[in-house]
């Protein structure tokens, strides 16, 4: 989970394809105070019980959309074949795009 933390230049802003129960964005979202933290979710229901259940909150820079990934970063492939994208795991991948 804190594999991004790692790197020595911190990403502006994250991508994570996947929400589940919310923790790693809302973990992200703590420790990494100055990125702009995007959350894919294809299923709007996930969001909404992540929101009712566990107390998932967006903010200006922590937001979440309900989302089949592959259409969201349709408009972003020549952007991302440009830039470094790190794969930290099969549900999140986070994007550096300066």
């Known amino acids: 989970m804190t594999i991004a933390t790692i790197y020595p230049q911190a ?3 994250i991508l994570m394809l996947g929400l589940g129960g919310g923790s790693i964005s809302t ?11 995007t959350t894919v979710e294809i299923d709007p ?16 820079r922590v937001r ?5 990934g592959r259409v969201f970063l349709k408009p972003w492939q020549r952007t991302l074949r440009s830039h470094r ?4 795991s099969r549900r999140l991948c986070a994007v550096s795009i300066s």
Request: hydrophobic share 40%.
């Open 85 to 88: 994208a790190r794969c930290l």
């Open 11 to 13: 990403p502006r802003k």
């Open 64 to 68: 979440y959309r309900a989302v089949d």
């Open 27 to 37: 973990y992200l979202g703590r420790f990494m105070p100055d990125a702009a933290i």
């Open 45 to 60: 229901g996930v969001i909404t019980a992540a929101k009712t259940y566990f107390g998932l909150r967006e903010s200006e």
